[in-house]
């Protein structure tokens, strides 16, 4: 079995590597469990390092929040592949902005084990991990200010295409790859409803399938860039 590796940066190691503390062990575990070839550390490896590891798990505790953010992980190539662990406190300020710094997801100290192992499993695959309400959002805003920008940019040049908030917010599921059942579970609605909603969309962009319609999109920021 090939297994992804991954690095784990925290301060609670021991000089042979392995963490001091059983609530840290036991979140390892379950990240092992998933099928990672895990590395610990209290040094972030050097950057170019960095391309060997499929996902940079960090102890949100190693410093305060606002010095972890500004350090040089999060604003190399490599930022998209950080997830912070052990949160004590739920904040929509600091979710809002490790997502915006591209950080891939955050675990909680009280999140369920069940939660845990879903949670990893979602990320290892390319998908993000964060509240339902940071993630709507943090969606609604971006995707809102696209459609107020492409609304303003074609008034006076071509009919606008106007899409509903939850129609971008699809729109931005399917170019993450995800398949309708996995865009029904993340925005709590039924298959059929997803299915509806994509319909509406293939018709409003003039779209035959999900890769044309992933090729609009791009398209479509790339204009209001």
Not at 96 to 111: C, E, S
């Amino acid at each position: 079995m090939d297994l992804s590796k991954a690095f784990i940066l925290t301060k609670q190691v021991t000089e042979r590597g392995h963490s001091r503390h059983s609530s840290i062990m036991h979140f390892l575990d379950l990240i092992d469990a998933c099928g990672f070839d895990l590395k610990l550390g209290s040094i972030a490896p050097e950057l170019d390092e960095l391309a060997f590891y499929k996902l940079i798990f960090i102890d949100a505790n190693i410093c305060p929040l606002n010095e972890l953010f500004a350090s040089e992980l999060f604003s190399s190539f490599y930022k998209n592949r950080i997830v912070l662990f052990g949160m004590q406190n739920e904040s929509e300020k600091t979710e809002t902005t490790a997502l915006k710094l591209g950080v891939r997801g955050i675990f909680y100290q009280n999140d369920k084990l069940e939660n845990v192992v879903k949670g990893i499993q979602q990320i290892k695959s390319g998908k993000f991990w964060f509240k339902r309400d940071t993630l709507e959002k943090a969606l609604q805003q971006l995707l809102g200010d696209l459609s107020h920008t492409s609304t303003h940019k074609n008034s006076n040049t071509q009919p606008c295409i106007m899409l509903t908030k939850r129609e971008y917010m699809i729109l931005a599921l399917i170019g993450q790859g995800a398949q309708n059942k996995e865009i029904a579970d993340q925005l709590h609605i039924s298959v059929n409803t997803v299915k509806t909603h994509v319909y509406s969309i293939f018709r409003k962009t003039n779209c035959r399938n999900r890769v044309e319609l992933i090729k609009w999109s791009m398209q479509e920021l790339k204009e209001v860039s």
